[in-house]
């Protein structure tokens, strides 16, 4: 089995490939929706030919997609290029699990299929954290159910938010500064957005316990998650293969299925 897993998020789009045993390879795009399938071929053949891989060595794919409008040239690039028909999360994929909230059909399906990839890997009841364009934290039940979470604009959105709303404020890099208290006004920023998330995510984490009121592994996965390792002890376990592991997952479900 040669599997190409494209986990498309609204900042980055993550290609890994899976030969039946362990992920081989993975590469990072960034995410533009306009993108025909002949582009995503001519860059994806490139690639694969630096691994010793073409794109005809597959025989699967599933897909993940929180941007709508580029589903369609995703499924082309699996159907034209790769000659497979590929599962698309949300579409014709089986999760194999339930969705506990007011609306299943408006849960986003990367935040599904990081409630199936904790799961497989960890017991109990979580919260999964994913530090991406947007900063979700889901709660997974110890069936595996999904039962909701919350939602805050991701660490490079406030970022970029305060640079454009304020003309005296410039870009600057994320990092983990080493005082909270600013002395310019860089050090400043950095300090706000970096120890003003720590803040957020702990004062969720506690907020999201208290509530549940059950003991809760925490999970973090995401671009910028490792930022965040070492700076709070609210934070269990660093994952970054959560999501594509949630992918295999569901690709082996759907394979026993039919």
């Known amino acids: 089995m040669m599997l190409l897993a494209i986990e498309q998020g609204n ?10 045993e362990r992920w081989t390879a993975q590469w990072r795009a960034a995410t533009e929706s ?17 691994a010793g891989l073409q794109l005809g060595v597959f025989n699967a794919c599933i897909i993940s997609s929180v941007v709508p409008q580029s589903i369609f040239n995703l ?10 028909e590929p599962l698309v ?7 194999g699990i339930a ?5 299943p059909s408006e849960a986003g399906a990367d935040r599904l299929v990081n409630a199936i990839g904790a799961h497989v890997a960890y017991e109990g009841a979580l919260i999964v954290i994913d530090s991406g364009t947007a900063t979700t934290f889901d709660v997974v039940a110890p069936d595996g159910a999904f039962e ?28 983990k500064p080493q ?3 600013g002395t310019d006004t860089v050090g400043a920023m950095q300090s706000g957005v970096f120890w003003g998330y720590i803040a957020l995510i702990e004062g969720l984490i506690s907020r999201i ?50």
């Open 89 to 95: 999360i949300g579409e014709n994929a089986e999760l």
């Open 99 to 103: 969705v506990r909230i007011d609306k």
């Open 11 to 20: 900042t980055n789009t993550l290609f890994a490939v899976h030969d039946g």
């Open 34 to 50: 306009s993108r025909t399938a002949d582009e995503y071929a001519v860059w994806l053949s490139q690639l694969l030919n630096m």
């Open 148 to 175: 909701g979470g919350v939602i805050a604009p991701g660490i490079n959105l406030s970022m970029e938010a305060l640079h454009n709303a304020a003309a005296k404020l410039p870009r600057v890099a994320i990092q």
């Open 179 to 181: 005082r909270v208290v």
């Open 209 to 258: 316990k208290a509530e549940q009121a059950r003991p809760m592994t925490v999970v973090a996965t995401g671009g910028v998650a490792s930022l965040f390792h070492g700076a709070t002890t609210s934070i269990d376990r660093f994952d970054p293969d959560l999501t594509i592991r949630g992918m295999l997952e569901i690709w082996r479900r759907n394979q026993k299925a039919s």
């Open 75 to 84: 499924r082309n690039l699996a159907r034209r290029y790769l000659h497979v």
